[in-house]
């Protein structure tokens, strides 16, 4: 009953959104058109939270959070894009009880939001659904590589950038790139880079989330997706 009001009063926002959108100068049409997305995944995070609370994992359970398009096998895969198990917005929080996970992967997931304000709730929530021994495995883009070679002028970073699938012809310059790292401008919902982590940043906000054993991984090519083996800093850490 009360998913059923939540949901008429997401809807009647979401049409005067739309209907505002249509009258609005230009400048303010990407706000709209933004809030109107937020509005949507409200919706799909109702159906489900209703979804999660009907699985019936045979063990614990192990999530891939913002899996996109690579689902693992035997994983509650999460991300709001088609092709999920559960289309939630990992920014609220998760419908899963207290220490009821084993696990929790997020492959390039974590620059996607903002800080302050969201990681620290989002990092406190995975805390929370982890059982005691239960570890967090972390993988987001490796900001040190692409300062360093800026600083010292090496090629290398900015070659490898230019020969990747996610590289943008507007992207010219050596600090056009630096850009695109730190901010992935993109209007599609959930593809602009919020924040940029090196070890010591990614490491600070795992601690103050009460995490511990916080430490640098290597790539594992059992586990880790094949193109995000370099220029990505990986990281575990515990609830103790
Ligand atoms: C760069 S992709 C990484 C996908 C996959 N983990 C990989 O390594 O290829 C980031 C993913 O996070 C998802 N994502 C971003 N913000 C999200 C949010 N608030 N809730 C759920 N998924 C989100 C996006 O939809 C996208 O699939």
């Given at each position: 009953m009360r998913d059923r009001g939540e949901r008429f009063r997401v809807r009647l926002g979401a049409l005067a959104l739309k209907t505002l959108k249509r009258v609005m100068p230009d400048p303010v049409r990407p706000t709209l058109r933004r809030a109107i997305e937020e509005a949507d995944v409200a919706l799909q995070q109702l159906d489900s939270v209703r979804r999660a609370s009907r699985l019936d994992p045979a063990g614990p359970l192990r999530l891939n959070l913002g899996c996109g398009s690579k689902p693992r096998p035997g994983w509650v895969n999460v991300d709001l894009r088609p092709g999920a198990d559960l289309h939630l917005d990992?920014?609220?929080?998760?419908?899963f009880p207290d220490a009821s996970c084993a696990e929790i992967y997020a492959e390039h997931?974590?620059?996607?939001?903002?800080?302050?304000?969201e990681v620290e709730q989002v990092l406190a929530d995975w805390f929370r659904v982890l059982a005691s021994g239960g570890t967090v495995s972390l993988g987001v883009p490796d900001t040190e590589w692409p300062l360093r070679a800026y600083v010292s002028g090496d090629d290398g970073y900015f070659a490898w950038c230019r020969t990747q699938?996610?590289?943008?012809?507007?992207?010219?310059?050596r600090l056009d790139t630096i850009n695109y790292h730190f901010r992935q401008q993109s209007?599609?919902?959930?593809?602009?880079?919020l924040y940029a982590y090196d070890f010591e940043t990614l490491a600070d906000r795992l601690v103050a989330a009460g995490?511990?054993?916080?430490a640098r991984r290597p790539f594992d090519p059992a586990f880790d997706s094949e193109d995000r083996r370099i220029g990505t800093l990986y990281v575990r850490a515990t609830k103790a």
């Open positions: 990992v920014r609220r929080p998760l419908p997931v974590l620059e996607h939001l903002a800080y302050p304000g699938p996610w590289h943008r012809d507007w992207v010219r310059t209007p599609t919902f959930g593809e602009a880079h995490f511990v054993d916080v």
